[in-house]
């Protein structure tokens, strides 16, 4: 395993931490700032400029490998990259490189029609509008995705949707254009990983109806947001279907790895960033007569955030090569491992960090907060920690005869 980062890769990561310097650090306090004022659930103009900047500065849809479309990286390649992006919540946006339009980008490239990729694929990737992945559901336990409740019925040269979602990222962010939506078609087959299929609806479409925003410990996530949304007989043409009925596991398997991994990717960058401020706080405050960082706990606690993230660093880059290597089944069992070591890494070294910065931890004034809202929410978002360990525990046994 040689994971010496190519001359390419070297090059990428000092532009991209030159314009983190540059333009992102600086209007931190500018988004937050634009956010506040007025409707904050329309876009920001700081992100828009930055965009532009992005674009020119030739850092752009970097995330979509083994396409003509993309900047021609591996995940290798792209994982420290979505590392440096991940320091701040909302630069990958930036980029172009933010979930899920990058999962939804990766269906429709690798398993849209061409007609998809004109009609949706193409202002996507150049960040005119932006999507959503309507998967989960309120009713039933979604991280068995097999419970999906969600109705597609073909009726003449339409299929008719049907279904309450939420947790849908992006709902309510007025760019949003697009939704691809998970539901069943074929609810009484046998083999229940063959009733479900995806669709492409519409933002626009006659019966879709955002319900409302959904706060993650208590941050709205806007202008991005996550919503609930109600899919009440809504008609799109047949040739919306994304590969073939049936075929939903299919594509959730092929989106959700490299979904999941660009995750980890940025929750080491957020990570880092926790670890920094730590450092920096307790050199600047003194406890007890002589500064906190000299505080043995202090110390320890320095030492072993180092060790998890370096430890994380080194199982996403794993994964991110069998991924390359051998495609996202075979590289199943390192993608679950990092889904789980990764958030749970990051949580731990935030709660440092906050317990070290004391009541400034908690508040908005550090950021710290808001980060670990981000990193607790992710042992959920792309499928719990049981799930994973499940499958792990599974796979290993599958290796003892």
């Known amino acids: 395993m040689d994971f010496e980062y190519s001359a390419k890769t070297k090059d990428l990561m000092d532009r991209v931490s030159a314009f983190m310097d540059q333009h992102v650090y600086p209007n931190e306090h500018r988004f937050e700032a634009e956010v506040a004022d007025g409707d904050r ?26 396409s003509a479309r993309g900047a021609g990286l591996t995940n290798l390649e792209y994982a420290p990259l979505c590392e440096i992006m991940g320091r701040v919540a909302w630069a990958p946006e930036v980029f172009n490189c933010s979930a899920p339009d990058t999962g939804n980008m990766e269906v429709l490239e690798r398993y849209g029609t061409e007609e998809h990729k004109k009609q949706w694929l193409a202002p996507l990737l150049a960040g005119e509008i932006r999507s959503c992945f309507a998967m989960t559901e309120p009713d039933v336990a979604s991280s068995d995705a097999t419970n999906i409740e969600s109705s597609i019925r073909r009726d003449g040269d339409h299929y008719v949707v049907n279904g309450r979602k939420w ?77 073939g009925e049936g075929r939903g596991f299919e594509i959730a398997q092929g989106r959700l790895g490299p979904g999941r991994i660009h995750h980890c990717m940025r929750l080491i960058g957020l990570a880092e960033r926790a670890l920094e401020k730590m450092c920096k706080r307790v050199k ?42 051998y495609g996202n089944k075979v590289a199943a069992k390192e ?29 908005n004034d550090f950021g710290l907060a808001y980060a670990y809202a ?14 994973h360990r499940n499958q792990i525990g599974k796979l290993e046994l599958q290796r003892t005869q």
């Not at 992100?47 to 030739?58: C, F, Q, S, V, Y």
């Not at 110390?299 to 996403?316: P, S, Y």
């Open 167 to 243: 947790w849908s990222s992006g709902a309510n962010d007025p760019r949003c254009k697009v939704f691809i939506f998970m539901g069943k078609t074929d609810p009484g087959n046998p083999n229940r990983h063959a009733q479900q299929s995806m669709i492409i609806v519409p933002r626009d479409a006659a019966g879709v109806t955002v319900l409302r925003h959904l706060p993650v410990f208590g941050y709205d996530d806007a202008p991005h947001g996550h919503g609930e949304v109600l899919f009440e007989n809504v008609r799109v043409p047949l040739s919306n279907m994304l590969l």
């Open 374 to 387: 981000g990193a607790r929410t992710l042992r959920l978002a792309d499928g719990p920690d049981e799930v």
């Open 284 to 325: 600047s405050r003194i406890a007890f007569g002589k500064p906190v960082a000299q505080q043995t706990v202090t110390l320890e606690r320095i030492a072993e955030a180092r060790i998890m993230i370096d430890q994380c660093r080194f199982l996403v880059l794993n994964a991110a090569d069998k991924m390359d290597r």
């Open 335 to 363: 993608i679950a491992m990092i889904k789980v070591a990764a958030p749970n890494m990051a949580c731990k070294v935030i709660d440092w960090a906050i317990q070290a910065h004391g009541g400034g931890g908690v508040s």
């Open 41 to 66: 659930w329309q876009p920001t103009k700081v992100i828009e400029e930055l965009k532009a900047k992005a674009k020119e500065a030739g850092l752009w849809n970097l995330f979509l490998p083994e």
